[in-house]
T-cell receptor
């Protein structure tokens, strides 16, 4: 079983829709939870991160972490065609783990104009 | 100019050939990483280096070797390429104390025939 599971999609939505992207994980040591966005033919870029449980909002993006369920989500409101990309969740444990990131397999999102 | 550069961007090689992928960074970061990305498997860590004298194996190091020539340069070698090493390879860097943010290069698409 993979440490991090992510629905690969692909996911296609109309412009303006609310998008929900999700990951589950099995390692209870994970404390930092990240979402990276990867455009076609580019490397991933950090979009958002949260520490431990809770919500974090940044413009149209909201990241949620539920450590009791080992489940994280990224919500995109009022989705735009420019949001079309692959979204990768990533996680890391506290200091002492060599600060390695464990990535999900990515969800490919297309927002149709 | 890009902060993290990779050369070559694309490479086709034959089974059994030795190949080197190069990564350079101008971010001044101590830590550098090599990942491979395969469809459905996400990003998997091959090797990472915390400084010039500290190199560590990642999740999937078999068949690969690395060299950290300087703080800014980290090379990945395939001593005898095989077809299942066909993948997208990314170099990344991070600051010493970062637990969540890595900066990725544009990737090298490697095909082994």
């Amino acid at each position: 079983q993979k440490e991090v599971e992510q629905d690969p999609g692909p996911l296609s939505v109309p412009e303006g829709a609310i998008v929900s992207l999700n990951c589950t994980y099995s390692n209870s040591a994970f404390q930092y939870f990240m979402w990276y966005r990867q455009y076609s033919r580019k490397g991933p870029e950090l979009l958002m991160y949260t520490y431990s449980s809770g919500n974090k909002e940044d413009g149209r993006f909201t990241a949620q972490v539920d450590k009791s369920s080992k489940y994280i989500s990224l919500f995109i409101r009022d989705s735009q065609p420019s949001d079309s990309a692959t979204y990768l969740c990533a996680m890391s444990a506290r200091a002492g783990s060599a600060r390695q990131l464990t990535f999900g397999s990515g969800t490919q999102l297309t927002v149709l104009p | 100019d890009a902060d993290v550069t990779q050369t070559p961007r694309n490479r086709i090689t034959k089974t059994g050939k030795r190949i080197m992928l190069e990564c350079s960074q101008t971010k001044g970061h101590d830590r550098m990483y090599w990942y491979r990305q395969d469809p459905g498997l996400g990003l998997r860590l091959i090797y990472y280096s915390f400084d010039v004298k500290d190199i560590n194996k990642g999740e999937i190091s078999d068949g690969y070797s690395v060299s950290r020539q300087a703080q800014a340069k980290f090379s990945l070698s395939l001593e005898s390429a095989i077809p299942n090493q066909t993948a997208l390879y990314f170099c990344a860097t991070s600051e010493r104390d970062s637990r969540y943010e890595q900066y990725f290069g544009p990737g090298t698409r490697l095909t082994v025939t």
